[in-house]
Nanobody
Framework: QVQLVESGGGLVQAGGSLRLSCAAS????????MGWFRQALGKEREFVAA????????YYADSVKGRFTISKDNAKNTVYLQMNSLEPEDTAVYYC???????????????????WGQGTQVTVSS
């Protein structure tokens, strides 16, 4: 089992940047595919980005491609989400999640992820 704690959220103006971090407990962090999801007020949770076990493969939602970068440091048990050129539409609670199942590639479906953090609020003002 793994416990996830997100940090780095906050209030930023449109066009600005934030870096979210997700620290994981446990010594088996490297076996998990890690994902970031977000949920805006009144909307369903949506996929943002995912990274495979060794960090060599990443996958992004079209809405963030070219602006967000996911990365993973297995030595530090941490996954990051660098968010640039932020837009008001990016305002949401951001969650990191861990998928323990071995599958081809990475999943964009939240039901494939077994462990979730508590979330961190990102607010982008116009």
């Amino acid at each position: 089992q793994v416990q996830l704690v997100e940090s780095g959220g906050g209030l930023v103006q449109a066009g600005g940047s934030l870096r979210l971090s997700c620290a994981a407990s446990g010594r088996t962090f490297s076996v998990y595919v890690m994902g970031w999801f977000r949920q805006a007020l009144g909307k369903e949770r949506e996929f943002v980005a995912a990274i495979n076990r060794n960090g060599g493969y990443t996958y992004y939602a079209d809405s963030v491609k070219g602006r967000f970068t996911i990365s993973k440091d297995n030595a530090k048990n941490t996954v990051y989400l660098q968010m640039n050129s932020l837009e008001p539409e990016d305002t949401a609670v951001y969650y990191c999640a861990a998928d323990r199942t071995v599958r081809v590639g990475v999943s964009r479906h939240d039901y494939h992820y077994d462990y979730w953090g508590q979330g961190t609020q990102v607010t982008v003002s116009s």
